[in-house]
């Protein structure tokens, strides 16, 4: 358990034996730094409780705290703000208790079993900056929940059903007529695909221009959506070998992003369960026939603004987003009985995921006690604060926009590394470093700007001046240990820097709880930097490897290795990995 999280149940213990009823004692960060560490709050709601003056309760509540030797400047504010900061010995002891490891140190959230359904590629189609957020996001908050305790089965949710399907495949009949899977007394025979994964990237705009300019093109996509819908042996068979061909571009983006998944499925997966899933709503009266299309209604009367019906089957029997998502649900729910799933998708498929939760919901397919949650996010601009495109007017892939940051981690590259191998890998981490921090540094739901030259700069709230320093603690840590220390006593405190630096620290299971709740990683980002450059203004302020001072000299390799501890595992939820050099 956390040092807080038991100062707050002794708390709470305390104020209860006052004769009080109470849930609850928050310790707050203070508002007012002049004033204490934290704050206190609670006298206010128990003096509305108990009819009587809040300063009187708190005046009965410093009392005790005054006896606690954990607590001094204990003060009261206001009408009832109690302020304390913690002693010395305090804050020793808490970072002995951090000394023994971060895991131990921080409070698990009660296990549950989460889906996590990001990523949400789309084969045949490049990936996108909107990708990017889902992935950054997706696999910080898969990491963070698993830290936290809960199982977490991370699902990649290809996009592999709609239209794109239709389009290619025409455009391959177009290009390649000859190939064995048109032939109409195809029986399933082996082939090799005659394109490479650069001609996919310029097939699929080319038959998607294609359709939106010929009517007689779109319809005949559609057709062909529907035939691969509905199991067509040859459509299907390239349909397979060219989303294996674009898997392997995904793939790849995907590792360079420390993006893995548990689940590669897709939409088409869905497709086994939508028979039963159809049959089941029928059975329980949940669908209608309107214009052909099949479709169900989820109005609650509770509803302020209209709530369109759910469209599950299209009037020419083809299925689309709304009925994969919720045949997925079906399936999962039957394979694994998640306690939770998440959603990862832009705010705008916010209706989207409200009509499936609500058909998910109303046909009993998850029970009250299943949370869905859609997990909305913004857009990442480009510098002009319009969406991302490329120095040529063009959309900004997620490929084209990695290559760009790279650009600006390798100019800032130190001169000593020229092993070009070496040079271009580390290049890279920065870069990731770079990307995943600016885009977990806004709360999740915000559009933000995306600036490459000031996210990949080493001063600053960046992916870059978090490695550096971390790579300087781990540099310290080493030569320390050159000058034989192998485990740092914790013996005394120099002055508030020193103590702010451990203020900082034991924050931190707030911070992961908050991220948690909000399921947004904003918290993290800004703490990685607090504690950061907490740390690095007591680094320029004293010598720590030339102290004279053994006591103190111990003392800051213990603070220096758990907050470089504290800063690999917060770097690792966020995905980002750590040179050993840069
Ligand atoms: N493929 C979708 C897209 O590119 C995202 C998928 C999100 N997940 C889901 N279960 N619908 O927008």
Do not use: C, H, Q, W
């Given at each position: 358990m956390s040092i807080l999280k038991q100062v707050e149940i002794d708390l709470t213990k305390m104020v209860q034996q006052l004769g009080y009823t109470i849930e609850k004692i928050n310790l707050q960060p203070s508002g007012r730094p002049e004033l204490g560490e934290f704050q206190i709050n609670e006298a206010f709601q128990l003096g509305k409780e108990n009819h009587c003056n809040p300063r009187e309760i708190a005046e009965k509540i410093t009392t005790e705290l005054e006896k606690d030797g954990r607590f001094q400047n204990i003060n009261i504010a206001g009408a009832g703000f109690i302020n304390i900061s913690f002693t010395e010995e305090f804050y020793k002891q808490s970072l002995i208790e951090m000394q023994k490891g971060i895991e131990n140190s921080i409070d698990k959230e009660p296990k549950k079993k989460i889906i996590i359904d990001y990523g949400g590629a789309n084969v045949a189609k490049t990936l996108h900056v909107g990708h990017l957020r889902s992935a950054n996001i997706g696999e910080a908050l898969k990491r963070l929940a698993k830290k936290l305790g809960c199982d977490v089965i991370a699902d990649a949710h290809l996009g592999d059903s709609g239209l794109q399907s239709g389009m290619v495949v025409s455009e391959m009949k177009e290009r390649y007529p000859e190939l064995i899977c048109f032939q109409e007394n195809y029986q399933g025979e082996d082939f090799?695909?005659?394109?490479?994964?650069?001609?996919?990237?310029i097939i699929y705009p080319e038959a998607s221009r294609k359709a939106k300019a010929n009517e007689d093109k779109m319809e005949e996509a559609r057709e062909l959506t529907l035939e691969i819908q509905k199991g067509h042996p040859g459509y299907n068979a390239l349909w397979n070998k060219i989303k294996d061909l674009s898997l392997i571009d995904i793939r790849r983006i995907y590792q360079d992003l420390n993006t893995s998944f548990d689940l590669w499925e897709g939409e088409l997966d869905s497709f086994a369960y939508i028979p039963d899933m159809l049959k089941e709503l029928e059975e329980k009266h949940l669908l209608e026939i309107s214009e052909g299309a099949t479709i169900m209604d989820i109005r609650e009367e509770t509803d302020k603004k209209e709530m369109p019906p759910i469209i599950l089957?299209?009037?020419?029997?083809?299925?689309?987003?709304?009925?994969?998502?919720?045949?997925?649900?079906y399936g999962r729910m039957k394979r694994f009985q998640p306690d939770e799933i998440w959603y990862l998708a832009d705010n705008r498929q916010d209706l989207h995921f409200r009509q499936v939760f609500r058909a998910s919901n109303k046909a009993k397919f998850?029970?009250?006690?299943?949370?869905l949650e859609f997990i909305g996010f913004g857009t990442m601009n480009g510098p002009d604060g319009k969406p991302?495109?490329?120095?040529?007017g063009g959309v900004m892939t997620l490929g084209s926009l990695i290559d760009l940051v790279n650009e600006e981690t390798?100019?800032?590259?130190?001169?000593?590394?020229?092993d070009p191998e070496e040079k271009k890998q580390i290049a890279k981490m920065i870069a990731i470093s770079a990307l995943k921090y600016a885009d977990l540094l806004p709360y999740r739901a915000t559009d933000y700007v995306f600036e490459p030259s000031k996210f990949a700069d080493l001063e600053g709230k960046t992916g870059p001046y978090l490695l550096y320093s971390t790579i300087r603690m781990k540099s310290l840590l080493r030569k320390a240990k050159e000058n034989g220390y192998e485990t740092y006593e914790v013996k005394k405190l120099k002055n508030d820097t020193d103590k702010n630096v451990?203020?900082?620290l034991i924050s931190l299971p707030k911070v992961l709880k908050k991220a948690f709740d909000t399921k947004s990683l904003n918290d993290i980002t800004e703490f990685l930097y607090k504690l950061t450059s907490t740390y690095n203004k007591f680094y320029s302020e004293n010598h720590i490897l030339t102290s004279k001072d053994e006591e103190l000299k111990t003392t800051w390799l213990a603070m220096t290795e758990v907050v470089c501890k504290t800063n690999l595992f917060l770097l690792d939820i966020l995905g980002i990995s750590v040179p050993e050099k840069m």
């Open positions: 090799d695909l005659p394109i490479t994964n650069e001609d996919l990237s089957v299209k009037g020419n029997g083809g299925y689309i987003y709304e009925t994969t998502d919720l045949a997925t649900i998850t029970t009250e006690a299943t949370k991302f495109k490329t120095r040529d390798t100019k800032r590259l130190n001169p000593m590394i020229t451990l203020l900082t």
